[in-house]
């Protein structure tokens, strides 16, 4: 409204032919981008997503309006070159990534089978020898072992073996009509082998399966690295591109105007992404998805979900729950189905999401 005790030039309230005020004229102007700022659009993207986004709003101008500006060095086509750098790094992380999701499935597959044997096996030999009460006294020692972790899985299994051969040399002997004594010691002999050659030939390969699992999660961290890396090279070399060209560039000029349509971040940084460290089936009954995170993540989000479709069912991402740094139960689902996972976190600034992650459902082990 215009100032009842007559126009001022500084008084707040006259405006200009153009709109603005004298205060606004003068006042502090944001500061030009800096290449260390991440680009924040409010659409849904993964990180490298949003910085190929703007390179591709990049490239054109730059091309058609300043083709002879060149920033340390580089070019339109080094910019162009960076765009279609993306894709194959992406998927070789994706089929890393992959490879990484198989080795952990099959290596927890594997565990829990141990872990069911190592648990079956004592209750067939309690419910058909329960008569035997130096067999009974050591199968009551067995199960002092809870399998819960991949270290009591492996001693229960190692201890298994030997139970089982006795129960089959106590049988073997029994039937026989050889003295007790005579038997015991047989019966040791077999313990004593089934264990070695049991028990151990199984935590070998489970060792084997896990020391290829650690292998494979390296190659990951390796193509996740060299994303990360070209990605922050395309996104310096946007920044700059946009700071040297915003800064010799005057308005009215076609230049100028076409910088407007570049996508630039607000001053709230943009959400960090919560990743997503592996998928497992488990939960009640076998058939729910137990999601565990990677640490860290998260930072400045004012939002944080995990999201899932049915592939094949759904048409995106249309399942959500708050997401639980310490992780999360989905489902439960049907067996056959293949679930896909992703994170999604948001703020002012727009929102992130994680690498999508898939497991397909088996029959449970239980």
Known sequence: M????????????????????????????????????????????????????????????????????????????????????FE??????????????????????????????????PQIIEGQLDENALLMRDVDQLFRTSPRTEGTILKRLRQTPAHAAARVGAREHGAGGHDTAAAARHAHRRRRGL????????AGRLHRAGQGHKDKEEDLDITRQELAAHDRAC???????????????????PLYDELED???????????????????QGGEGGLEVLVAYEPGGGAHATQRLVKWQIVGV??????????????????AFA??????????????????????????LGEPVV
């Open 2 to 85: 215009p100032n009842p005790a007559g126009a001022r030039y500084d008084d707040g309230l006259t405006y200009w032919d153009d709109g603005s005020t004298y205060d606004s004229a003068t006042a502090t102007q944001p500061p030009l981008l800096t290449p260390l700022q991440p680009i924040s659009p409010s659409t849904t993207m993964e990180f490298w997503e949003v910085t190929k986004n703007r390179a591709q709003e990049t490239l054109p101008v730059w091309t058609n309006y300043a083709p002879d500006l060149t920033v340390g060095g580089k070019t339109p086509a080094d910019l162009e070159a960076l765009i279609d750098g």
């Open 88 to 121: 194959p790094l992406v998927q070789a992380r994706t089929l890393a990534q992959d490879v990484v999701d198989a080795a952990y499935y099959a290596l927890q597959d594997a565990l829990q089978r141990m872990k069911v044997l190592g648990t079956r096996v």
């Open 195 to 202: 264990h070695r050659r049991g028990g151990h030939r199984a």
């Open 235 to 253: 996104d310096q070399l946007n920044k700059r591109w946009y700071k040297v060209a915003k800064a010799t560039a005057d308005p009215g000029q």
């Open 262 to 280: 570049i996508t630039t971040e607000p001053s709230t940084p943009a959400p960090e992404v919560v990743e997503i460290d592996h998928l497992a």
């Open 314 to 331: 759904d048409p995106g991402h249309i399942h959500s729950a708050p997401l639980d740094p310490s992780g999360n139960n989905l489902g």
């Open 335 to 360: 067996v056959g189905q293949t679930i896909q996972v992703i994170t999604e976190v948001s703020n002012s600034a727009g929102t992130r999401t994680s690498a999508p992650r898939s497991i397909t």
